[in-house]
């Protein structure tokens, strides 16, 4: 049938809040080329600490699917995701040399932490599996789609972090986003009413970490 996907029908009804974490203001000065290599570095430190939150939680969806899905392409799906982050973990140690960022000494901000404890709570292996999808689809989605747009149409991105750009707003990034939305989708239409009601919560909640952590690298 042609009925909206329900991740579809969240990116809609909760617009406002989606515009803002995909269309940030430290996204919209990296593409007019205002951005502020401080802001920058700060970022960069900070979603280093994310990244490494991030492996443990995708394994735990891994896991969750392990326990509950028949469906193997799921499960590669979310394995060459387990496998790109150690790809993504190496490109943060590199771009962080060369910007000069001592990763080992970085202290999270607040907004980060609380990011980071939202994603613990996923961990354990009685949290639904559907909800947990729905979680990483729109982690993943926000970069991608806050990314590609610094190197869509009439960009003035500084050539300098054109490559961080195209690591999330790449087309096969897009694929894979396609993917993650796909799994998540799949679950929802079959998931009782109670879990399809968290699984919406958890969007939403996504939404807001990724809006402040886009304003704690902004602010000074
Ligand atoms: C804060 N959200 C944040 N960092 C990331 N690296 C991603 C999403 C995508 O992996």
Redesign the pocket.
């Known amino acids: 049938d042609d009925e909206q996907s329900p991740t579809a029908t969240w990116q809609a009804k909760h617009r406002e809040l989606y515009e803002q974490a995909t269309r940030h203001s430290f996204i919209l000065s990296i593409r007019d080329g205002t951005v502020d290599f401080s802001s920058f570095k700060r970022w960069l430190g900070q979603?280093y600490i994310?990244?490494k939150e991030?492996v443990p939680f995708v394994c735990s969806v891994l896991l969750k699917l392990q326990k509950e899905s028949e469906i193997n392409s799921d499960k590669e799906i979310i394995l060459g995701g387990v496998a790109a982050l150690s790809d993504e973990l190496s490109w943060f140690k590199n771009e962080a040399s060369k910007w000069g960022v001592d990763l080992c000494g970085i202290t999270p901000f607040t907004a980060n932490t609380e990011?980071c404890r939202f994603l613990q709570s996923f961990g354990p292996l009685d949290v639904n599996y559907t909800v947990a999808a729905t979680a990483f689809w729109a982690?993943?989605t926000?970069?991608q789609e806050s990314f590609s747009f610094c190197i869509e149409g009439d960009h003035k991105t500084p050539t300098e972090l054109l490559g961080t750009c195209q690591r999330?707003g790449n087309s096969d990034f897009g694929q894979y986003c396609k993917s993650l939305q796909e799994i998540a989708d799949r679950c929802l239409k079959k998931a009782p009413a109670d879990v399809v009601r968290k699984a919406e919560e958890v969007f939403v909640s996504v939404l807001k970490h990724?809006i402040e952590?886009w304003n704690m690298s902004s602010s000074e």
């Open positions: 979603d994310f990244v991030f990011y982690i993943e926000v970069y999330w990724e952590f």
